[in-house]
């Protein structure tokens, strides 16, 4: 992932995690959030997490995303250790 889409050391304390944050209504709200607090978007497909994660770059908001399941408690722990 470029260093234009992480989540910055200078950002906001919070974030917003959005599930499902590649495509559809996830995308949309994590489009939204993103102008409100940093977002962590989650989801299967790494093509349309880094998508969603420039789209809001390009818009001025941060991002960062986290390929997984979120019924997986092995998704969460991936997340941890980055």
Do not use: F, H
Not at 20 to 45: D, F, H, K, N, P
Not at 61 to 69: E, K, P, S, T
Request: proline share 2%; charged share 20%.
């Amino acid at each position: 992932m470029s260093k234009s889409n992480e989540i910055s050391t200078a950002a906001p304390l919070a974030a917003t995690i959005i599930t499902g944050g590649g495509r559809g209504i996830g995308w949309s709200i994590a489009m939204r959030m993103a102008q409100e607090t940093a977002v962590l978007v989650v989801g299967r497909t790494e093509a349309d997490l880094k998508l969603v994660c420039e789209a809001i770059s390009q818009a001025g908001g941060q991002a960062d995303y986290v390929i997984g399941d979120v019924s997986k408690p092995a998704t969460a722990r991936k997340r941890m250790r980055a």
